[in-house]
Nanobody
Framework: QVQLVESGGRLVQAGDSLRLSCAAS????????MAWYRQAPGKQRELVAA???????VYADSVEGRFTISRDNAKNTLYLQMNSLKSEDTAVFYC???????????????????WGQGTQVTVSS
């Protein structure tokens, strides 16, 4: 099985930038599609961004142009660079891994096999 550990979440001000990291254990990181999800209090979990095994990316409309998802297979690490943060970005961010290379519609269903514990991002306005 794959173990995922997120890091980098903290309190920041609106307009700031922040980079989240997700460290994966195991020998098969490069064979998994990876994604970031987030969940705010009282709201459903939602897709933020995803990246396939061959590097194709998808983004939620709310973060398009502000966030960038990337992966370093040699380091078994997934990243989410967040710029121009807004108060509505406040949420617990989760890293996830799955065996399917899909598109936005697929990843929005949250059908991933492995999940991290999450890291809190708080943006003050």
């Amino acid at each position: 099985q794959v173990q995922l550990v997120e890091s980098g979440g903290r309190l920041v001000q609106a307009g700031d930038s922040l980079r989240l990291s997700c460290a994966a254990s195991g020998r098969s990181f490069s064979s998994y599609a990876m994604a970031w999800y987030r969940q705010a209090p009282g709201k459903q979990r939602e897709l933020v961004a995803a990246i396939t095994t061959d590097g194709k990316t998808v983004y939620a409309d709310s973060v398009e142009g502000r966030f960038t998802i990337s992966r370093d297979n040699a380091k078994n690490t997934l990243y989410l660079q967040m710029n121009s943060l807004k108060s509505e970005d406040t949420a617990v961010f989760y890293c996830a891994a799955g065996s399917v290379d899909g598109g936005r519609s697929y990843y929005s269903r949250g059908l991933m096999e492995y999940w991290g514990q999450g890291t809190q991002v708080t943006v003050s306005s």
